[in-house]
């Protein structure tokens, strides 16, 4: 079996909206940690130090995309979606 049919036969496991894992054919495009419930960037650079730095990775979640990541009531990281992170703020400060 060549590389390319591997790859075609892995799946990835990915957080749903309702927070129940799911078995997908393509990586998320979004990446979490279900402690604090915060999704980013994949090449984010808080959370790609919290990696290299360890215990991070057992509490990482991927996202399909964006909504799915908001639908399972995550919020965005400060750092990777700065703009994103000022709009959650500003709307859950005013509650």
């Known amino acids: ?13 990915l957080l749903g909206a309702d927070r129940k894992p799911i078995v997908c054919d393509s990586p998320g ?11 980013g ?6 959370a790609l130090r919290a ?4 215990g991070y990775e057992k509490y990482r979640v991927f996202f ?10 995550y919020r965005p ?6 703009d994103k992170y000022a709009i959650w703020k500003q709307h859950n400060m005013t509650k």
């Open 77 to 82: 990281c400060a750092v990777c979606l700065p």
């Open 1 to 13: 079996m060549g590389l390319n049919e591997q790859q075609a036969l892995k799946k990835y496991k």
């Open 29 to 39: 495009t979004f990446g979490g940690h279900k402690g604090t419930k915060i999704y």
């Open 64 to 73: 399909a995309d964006e909504q799915t990541a908001i639908a399972a009531v």
């Open 41 to 46: 960037r994949m090449d984010c650079r808080a």
């Open 51 to 54: 990696l290299e730095r360890g």
